[in-house]
């Protein structure tokens, strides 16, 4: 799995409903983090500061997470 499927798959997680979204490390009130591909590799970046979070959470690279959240967003 290549780092656009990854970050298709994260956009996927911050746009349904149901889930606790991935939210900023200096303010959780700040907007949703988005991923963008940097030199270092997938990261996740707050739109609202500089926080960058290096860390992926595992169960985006879980196809049964994936194929999970895929049937939410279908009920929706």
């Known amino acids: 799995m290549d780092e656009e499927d990854i970050k298709q ?3 996927d997680y911050q746009q349904a409903d149901g889930v606790r979204a ?6 959780s009130k700040h907007e949703k983090l988005y991923p963008k591909v940097l030199e270092q ?6 739109p609202n500061c500089k926080y960058t979070q290096t860390y992926i959470p595992d169960l985006f690279f879980d196809d049964g997470f994936y194929e999970w959240l895929r049937g ?3 009920l929706i």
């Open 22 to 27: 991935l939210t900023c490390g200096n303010n």
């Open 72 to 74: 939410m967003k279908s």
């Open 41 to 46: 590799g997938l990261v996740l970046l707050c």
């Open 9 to 11: 798959r994260i956009k």
